[in-house]
């Protein structure tokens, strides 16, 4: 029953990607974010199920909001994997609140899938859905990517705001959207991440992502 309903939901993804979402002609261009919370609910895994399905169809890019818990995103990556999924196009989001050791991070990194570090200008004492969670500045943000790039995984990064609040726009006094371009970047290039590694990381592995094979 579970996998009926997973393809049912694939075609409705794939609907909305070949022909377009909620009776209009615009199509998707990529299919998530998929949210998942954790432990991941049966319904959220037949969403992400039906999300491989599609995928596995037409070779477009896969965005997961992985659970608050540092198993998560390992855990959303066997599901994908099983389902048909191709991890190579596939990207994680929201690592900079989900996983903090570094040699969990490398082992998650190995199974391929592009780390999303999509938080930059979100830093807080007390993160509200996790207090567990202490929220890096994105000072350590860069040092994370620094270390990465480091490990060989410089194709594998993006890097986004999430801006999805009125106090996050510069209008009612947040970094707003050019706060990757007017501070990060700056930033970047004075700890050891090259100009070429700051255009693979904003063009090109964008690029390569969210292009359909």
């Not at 997961?64 to 099983?82: C, M, T, Y």
């Not at 006094?173 to 070429?196: A, C, D, E, F, W």
Request: charged share 20%.
């Amino acid at each position: 029953m579970c996998f009926y309903v997973s393809f049912q939901l694939a075609d409705v993804i794939l609907s909305e990607v070949l022909h377009g979402a909620d009776g209009t002609d615009i199509r998707c261009g990529v299919i998530g974010e998929i949210g998942t919370s954790w432990p991941i609910t049966d319904s959220e895994k037949k969403v992400l199920q039906a999300a491989a399905h599609a995928q596995k169809q037409l070779g477009c890019p896969v965005l997961i909001h992985p659970g608050r818990n540092n198993a998560a995103p390992k855990e959303l990556i066997r599901i994908l994997q099983e389902a048909g999924g191709d991890v190579s196009k596939t990207t994680m989001c929201h690592l900079d609140r989900t996983i903090y050791d570094p040699a969990e991070l490398l082992e998650f990194a190995k199974l391929g899938s592009y780390l999303e570090y999509d938080l930059f200008g979100t830093e807080m004492l007390n993160y509200p859905f996790n207090l567990k969670v202490d929220m890096p500045s994105d000072s350590q943000r860069i040092q994370t990517l620094a270390f990465l790039i480091k490990e060989g995984y410089e194709d594998k990064l993006l890097i986004a705001h999430d801006i999805h609040t009125k106090n996050r726009l510069t209008k009612y006094g947040g970094h707003g959207y050019s706060h990757i371009l007017n501070n990060i970047v700056p930033k970047m290039l004075t700890r050891g991440i090259t100009q070429t590694q700051v255009d693979k990381i904003l063009i090109h592995n964008p690029k390569a992502f969210l292009a359909f094979k």
